[in-house]
């Protein structure tokens, strides 16, 4: 969680993702109502939103602050890369609360280690330098990414647990 203090020590580029992060918290809050039901208008804001801000810092942030550092990746960005992965893989079946509740406990301890003093915007974003401002203008850019119809029954519920076990969530995969 970023506070309003944090806010204003760090630059553009991570205020710009952290309020996207901002803006889809608000969606996946809309998607999931208090009867259990998915609201899909605003999941499927979310889905496509999300994949876009994936697209993001896998195709423009990390390689940017790769190249920066001759080469060598953000020591992070396994971690990143292999949450992606587990992301992606819950956008792909039709969502039930679980799933919703799944990506939510992801995105948290994602989010945390991406926003904040010393996080990993805030690294890129000085790795950047004076190429930062030309990066913001890639990233705002960015395009949508076409987004899949939703697929449904226990084999792709299936295909997901694996994904998750794959990226460390054992305990959250038993829970779909
Ligand atoms: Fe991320
Ligand atoms: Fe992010």
Same mark, same amino acid.
């Given at each position: 969680m970023t506070t309003s203090r944090d806010r204003a020590a760090t630059g553009a580029i991570a205020r710009f993702l952290s309020d996207d992060h901002e803006r889809l918290d608000t969606l996946l809050r809309r998607a999931a109502t208090q009867s259990g039901a998915i609201d899909e208008t605003a999941y499927a804001a979310f889905r496509g939103g999300l994949l876009k801000h994936i697209g993001m810092e896998e195709k423009i942030l990390l390689p940017a602050a790769q190249d920066a550092r001759g080469g060598e990746p953000l020591a992070a960005a396994a971690k990143l890369r292999s949450d992606h992965g587990a992301l992606v893989a819950l956008?792909? !079946?039709? !969502?039930t609360p679980a799933i919703v509740a799944a990506i939510r406990t992801i995105l948290s301890g994602h989010n945390a280690l991406e926003? =904040? !003093? =010393?996080g990993v915007y805030e690294v890129c974003e000085q790795l950047a330098g004076p190429d930062a401002e030309a990066l913001l203008a890639k990233l705002r850019a960015a395009p949508d990414v076409p987004v899949h119809p939703h697929m449904g029954g226990a084999k792709i519920i299936e295909v997901t647990r694996r994904a998750l076990i794959r990226a460390g969530y054992e305990s959250l995969a038993s829970t779909l």
């Open positions: 956008m792909v !079946p039709t !969502p926003e =904040g !003093p =010393g």
